[in-house]
């Protein structure tokens, strides 16, 4: 059973814009820590953005001041605005819910459920 659906990847040129959906039928997002990661071809994933329970983000420096995750309650969809993009952003994004409170820092064992992710590619 898939919880978690990504949407949104697509190919872009540098410079371009996208933004990223993550959908949900069975995980209620206003009730856990949400999450971003990346993994970009032949590295490991690598968690960017998230967002609590109370709407604070926190960005890792990558994509700090380019990239802005938020979500919609109501809707129950997480969204990950991407700017300014990079060649080196080309890869997997995944979705992910963690617990109630979001970890120490954006990584991957804080995070229970996963999406299967959607492909962006950046061509420069």
């Known amino acids: 059973q898939v919880h978690l659906v990504e949407s949104g990847g697509s190919s872009v040129q540098a410079g371009g814009v996208l933004r990223l959906f993550c959908g949900s039928s069975t995980i209620t997002f206003s009730r856990y820590c949400m999450g971003w990661f990346h993994q970009a071809p032949g590295k490991e994933r690598e968690g960017i953005a998230d967002?609590?329970?109370?709407?604070?983000?926190r960005y890792a420096d990558s994509v700090k001041d380019r990239f802005t995750i938020s979500k919609d309650n109501a809707n129950n969809t997480l969204y990950l605005q991407m700017n300014s993009l990079k060649f080196e952003d080309t890869g997997i994004y995944y979705c992910a819910a963690g617990g109630r409170y979001c970890g120490r820092w954006i990584e991957e064992p804080d995070f229970g459920v996963w999406g299967r992710g959607t492909q962006v590619t950046v061509s420069s």
């Open positions: 967002i609590d329970v109370d709407g604070k983000t």
